[in-house]
């Protein structure tokens, strides 16, 4: 077996990325076919910038959705160590490689002789599943929050907006040394923040049936049964955990989630909340002001009613702008934390810490280090280009 | 004005307390004492011996009364030791304690005492800081212009293939993190596997000796991270100027489009990018724990990092009390500096 050339690298993974290159084709041809019946969605391939950034984003999803669920595409197993394997440059073919192994690195091995390509992929399923998971509660937790303060104004206002403001003048790097540590996870603070923010959604889900449907008491109870049953559930088997400070109920207790992950989660939801607070309640003083909101008043709305199904509809505009933006932002956070070794398992194959890694031998085998810089950087270049798109195509109408 | 400054200041005064009360608590929750302790101490010192050796240091004073201290409100503890050696917050290794000072704190002007760096806190933070000052001062000259040329060449023919080359380059700054692109401009311009070697990859030896060689590579990590942003919002600013009717006017007399650039439009679109300027300070700060981090140089960030690493409770306190001044102050300058340039906004 000989070192493979750049070309035969090139080659070899665009073949190895078969399954997403099937996948985005589908996706792409589908959505171009239906594009005029699939509103914001639709539009958004009629940019070009917003069809480069979606390619980009979809590339990731589906590379991280094959290798997480069905194995794909990942070369090797992320964690294993390979005798010989370590620091050889991209393309070097496997040491001893058996029938079914595949034949070589294709990014090289880095300094513990694990390959880089699938660690790489490996990377970004834990990206696609946390950065948009978190963003969506941070999201949760700032609407929630910031559509009352915006439209009543006064002393709410003043003391959720001088809260979030304290979060925002912490530096985030600090709020992440203080918080993701073995030691304050002993003390359980990652988990009662938990049952705080996780609270958010169902207040949400809450609040939003029962505005809408409590004049037809039977179809709320219904909805607000099933939905808060089934979020109930997820709730409590997200925040407890056995064995730490908080397990109770477990025999309702689905699935424990990593503490690390949990921890991560929880401060990268509590870093962003309040820019969505902010921005949601700027949004909800601008629009509270129009006609529509007027003559929901005059028909006699109740005021979560006005709030959540008149001004929260109209705000999705910048709103879903923002969330393309904010799921980039919190890939770079994500970044960040693995980057100074904070949260999840050392080992762990995700991107900040795979850079962090190669980077102490950077001047001599930059590949390590350099595969996945790149690949975050591509995924929250085409977060942005999306945004960038969604924002352009929103304004034309 | 003056009131709206006096109220600012109040403001930030308050929220400097809730946030050193928050870093305060947070790092005197009882497990990262005890690591504190066994690194202060030894590693296999037992529970009961972490339990004295934090008795006697005063660390297990209730909440509000260490922060007094800290503070400088209440009476430094005094606490004889199971050792039988006196300890006191406010005894100096070559004074008499009975000629200690009673209070001890910020109102007194001592910041405390780095258990990381066996030395005074102030000291550590003002050359820390010093240090890099002279980062921020190298990012910021070359940021700020570089960041406001691309934003008004973008903005001044918007939907021209200029402005969209360059929008096109400041939302690639904006998507590359610090750890990402100083990683990618050491590979390039530092790694033997590239073989440019035109810089160094770290920048320990600029602290005695800043140059081109061992500084740029850092300071140009920082600017690109931060410049996207300001040139976007310089070409949102400067695409909305141009669009105004007494840019139109100025077209009309005759007056020759560079003369309207550098004379009409530049000072009315430079007001909203002032304040994206002021406000990109906090984000330096993060920038600046992740460059020093990754070059080695050992300014205020590799500070922050050593002493949230070693749970050094005072040299926290110490940095986040520099850091969160830094926030705010900026704030209030953007607001007050907002209201100067624009004469249509007035503070009540």
Redesign the interface.
Known sequence: MDLLTWSDIIIQIVLRLGPVWVALVILFLVSFRFKRSLGLYGKLFDST?GMIGFAIVMFWVFAGFFAGTLDWIITHDPLAQFSGMKNKVPGTPLRGAEDGDYSHFLFGGDHLARDVFSRMIAGSTIVIIIAPMATLFAFMVGITLGVPAGYYGGRLDTTIS?IA??IL??????LF???V?P??R??G?PQYMAIFLFLFPLIFYTVLVNSRFHIVPTKRNALLGIGLGVLGILYISLINEAGSKISFLSSIDLFDVDAGLLTVFVSVVFVNAPTVFRIVRGLTMDIKTRDYVAAAHTRGEGAWYIMLWEILPNARGPLIVDFCLRI?YTT?LL??LG??GLGLAPEDPNW?AT??D??KL??????P??VP??A??SL??G???LA?GLREESLKD | MALFILRRIAIMLFTSLCLTFVVFFLTNLYPNLEKMAKTQGNFRMNDEAVLSFLENRGYLLPLPVKYGEWLGVYPGYVIEGSDGEIRGRCFNSDQIPSESPRYCGILQGYWGYSTRFKSDVLGIVTTRLGLTGILMFWVMALMVPSALIIGILAGMREGSRTDRSLSTFSIVTTATPEYVSGVILIAVFASSAFGLKWFKGTATAAMENPNLENFFLPVVTIAIYGMGYIARMTRASMAEVMTAQYIRTARLKGVSFPNIVLKHALRNALIAPFTVIMLQFPWLLNGVVIVETLFNYKGFGWALVQAAGNNDIELLLGVSVVSVFVVLVTQLISDIGYVYLNPRISVN
């Open positions: 910038i001088f403001n304290l003048a912490f530096p985030v790097i600090l040394y203080l918080l540590t030691e304050i002993l003390t603070l980039g770079i970044g960040t980057f100074f900040g850079i962090n190669g980077r950077l001047s001599i085998y930059p590949h280090a350099l810089s790149i975050l950087l929250v270049l977060l942005n280009l960038d």
